[in-house]
């Protein structure tokens, strides 16, 4: 017998008011939506997620490498496979408070972490910035951390541009023994 065929959606319980869209469901992101572990201050003693991750083990932290004074911890929530973020232990809000050491090894750990993606991933290039302020997109303002983003040529397609969606083929546990594994031990 064939099946019936109709120019009317199939209808999905619980999914809203049936239309001519497909859904890619994300529910893990709503905790980033809803703010869930962002800090209640701007005091390192106020919940802020990157001064109580470096206390984790690196797989549960995802931290792909620790220095004196920096890590190198995957983005909980990625732009693409292999974000990171270089993040100062120290809790400070602003570029300009780092002290000549910091600064140094947050510049050494951003070309590390470069050539590190390079050589994991082939990443072709990078973005790469610092978000100063809740006012200049900082998702926790409170601590600073250096966003390096590795892109590929052809990465932005239809997903992300007209469906508003990140495909991320890798899990964040596996995309950080990857990097960990490829960061240079020294």
Not at 144 to 157: A, E, F, T
Request: with cysteine; net charge negative.
């Amino acid at each position: 017998m064939l099946a019936r065929m109709t120019s009317e959606p199939e209808q999905q319980i619980g999914v809203g008011t049936p239309d001519a869209f497909q859904r890619l469901w994300t529910p893990h992101r709503m905790a980033y939506i809803q703010g869930e572990n962002k800090p209640t201050g701007p005091g390192a003693g106020d919940g802020c997620p990157f001064c109580s991750i470096p206390d984790k083990s690196d797989e549960d932290g995802l931290i792909i490498a620790r220095g004196e004074r920096v890590y190198a911890v995957l983005n909980l929530y990625p732009y693409t496979g292999g974000h990171l973020m270089i993040v100062p232990f120290r809790h400070l809000a602003d570029y300009t408070e780092l002290d000549a050491e910091e600064t140094m090894e947050l510049a050494e750990f951003t070309k590390t972490a470069m050539t590190t993606l390079r050589t994991a991933s082939g990443a072709h290039g990078f973005n790469i910035g610092l978000n100063q302020g809740t006012v200049a997109g900082a998702g926790i303002a409170a601590h600073l951390h250096q966003h390096v983003v590795p892109r590929w040529g052809g990465d932005s397609n239809f997903m992300p541009v007209i469906g508003r969606t990140k495909v991320l083929p890798q899990l964040l546990a596996d995309t950080r023994r990857l990097l960990a594994d490829a960061w240079p031990k020294g």
